[in-house]
């Protein structure tokens, strides 16, 4: 079983940064795929950036060229570098685990964090 734990949320100015931790805890082994989703209230939960442990990435339009995720398996931490943040960016940022697809298919993630909330003003 794999525990997330995210940190590094807050309530920044339109513009501005913010950088989401997530600490990865696994029996197994790093998860194949980790990915950082977002919920805004009364939206549906959706994906943000994903990557492998291929390191291969994927993000979403609305944050390509904003975002950038990463991931330290020597710390078991996944990143996710925010910049240029937007008042649409505010949302409850979960990560998220994936033992064998890596989608934007929220059912292919069976570990979630609890969730760490963003704010932008603007």
């Known amino acids: 079983q794999v525990q997330l734990v995210e940190s590094g949320g807050g309530s920044v100015q339109a513009g501005g940064s913010l950088r989401l931790s997530c600490a990865v805890s696994s029996v197994t082994g790093s998860p194949y795929c980790m990915g950082w989703f977002r919920q805004a209230p009364g939206k549906e939960r959706e994906g943000v950036a994903r990557v492998t442990t291929f390191n291969t990435m994927a993000y979403a339009d609305s944050v390509k060229g904003r975002f950038t995720i990463s991931r330290d398996n020597a710390k078991n931490t996944l990143y996710l570098q925010m910049n240029s943040l937007k008042p649409e960016d505010t949302a409850m940022y979960y990560c998220?685990?994936?033992?064998?697809?890596?989608?934007?298919?929220?059912?292919?993630?069976?570990?979630w964090g609890q969730g760490t909330q963003v704010t932008v003003s603007s």
């Open positions: 998220a685990a994936a033992p064998v697809v890596c989608s934007w298919s929220l059912h292919d993630y069976n570990s």
